[in-house]
């Protein structure tokens, strides 16, 4: 997968001469001392990341962690003390000002937690306003802003004035007017935390909508767990201006790096975050092709059943997309009464769970159904099996852990 943006020792200093903190950090000196002595204050160290194309990448960590200040460098609202910002494999901090300029109206967009909407503007112009900036005819740019609203469902407010807008509905132009110039790139700064939890929530369905459609690379920064692990295809977590860990939220459940994030995490449920994916084996219950002679193949599936001491498996197509579950009574069924049709012998009671799904509502399906259930993903296509025992297995994993 091909790399969007990459960090490399990325460092930045606050103070009148930051090389003599840089030299004190790497004498091994830490940013509380280097305050102490100085004055200066570190709030980037030595920061490195790949985020890849189509990601949402998020950044979380607590207040003074310096995430704010790392998605600040990427753009060079804030210039780097050293290191590189690669995007596209262009280093953004040897840009000079006309390159960045073009860079930012052209392929990156910022949404801040304020609006900052323009007041005397018009819905439509503030959407507008990134491409007239980049010198785009009215006409044209106008045309654009009307698909941006109507894709965040503002497309009827377009002549409103934004005092004359919910906080969610102002914060949804913001999100159009970063949209309107097609970024292939975002860095969204606690871009919902000011909206209350219902217009959060909206709002992350609605950047994940627009996500699937577009796959542009987002750089999320967030202080909320929730809404890292809703939106968060990996999650970096920044402590004292260095990151500690990358990983998805369940690499970072299930193998905190340290103590610090560990706490961070500390009495999470994780039931609340972990999907069905995130359980599911693949080796536990057999999985055979669908036969194209249905009365060999089920007398092969039910000698190796009867091999493995099983009773159920999963049936796919040449593509692994999961047609559904057979027995061994169900196939016998069907061989001794002479019905040499794969739809007969299928099981109606287990049907494809989605790998999606968080672990509190497959609790639901498992407490019903004590067969073993097929996990797939978005194509339908086989990830793994869960049953009950691998549930109670993880659940008590989980209890050990906490």
Known sequence: MKQKIVAKGLHKIFGRRPEVAMEMLRKGQHKDEIFEQTGMVVGVRDVNFAVNEGEIFVIMGLSGSGKSTLIRLLNRLIDPTAGQILVDGVDVATMNKAQLIELR???????????????????????????????????????????????????????KRPAELSGGMQQRVGLARALAVNPSLMLMDEAFSALDPLKRTEMQELLLTLQKEHKRTVIFVSHDLDEAFR???????????????????????????????????????????????????????????????????????????????RNYCFVVDTERRVLGAVSIDSMRRCLEEGTMSLEDALLDDIQ??????????????IVKNPYPLPIVNGERRYVGAVTQTILLRNLAQETGNA
């Open 352 to 365: 494809p769970i989605s790998g999606d799904m968080r672990i509190n509502e497959l609790i639901r399906h």
């Open 105 to 159: 109206r052209r392929d990156m967009a910022m949404v801040f937690q304020s609006f900052a909407l323009l007041p005397h503007l018009t819905v439509l112009d503030n959407a507008a306003f990134g491409l007239d900036v980049a010198g785009v005819g009215r006409k044209e740019r106008e045309l654009r802003a009307l698909e941006v609203l109507d894709a965040v469902g503002l497309k009827a407010f377009a002549h």
């Open 231 to 309: 939106i968060g295809n990996r999650i970096a977590i920044m402590e004292g201006g260095r990151i500690v860990q990358i990983g998805t939220p369940e690499e970072i459940l299930r193998n905190p790096a340290d103590d610090y994030v560990r706490a961070f995490f500390k009495g999470v449920d994780v039931k609340r975050y972990l999907t069905a994916k995130d359980i599911a084996l693949q080796d536990e219950v057999l999985v055979i092709e669908a036969p194209s002679d249905v009365a060999a193949g089920f007398e092969s599936a039910i000698g190796r059943l009867r091999q493995m001491r």
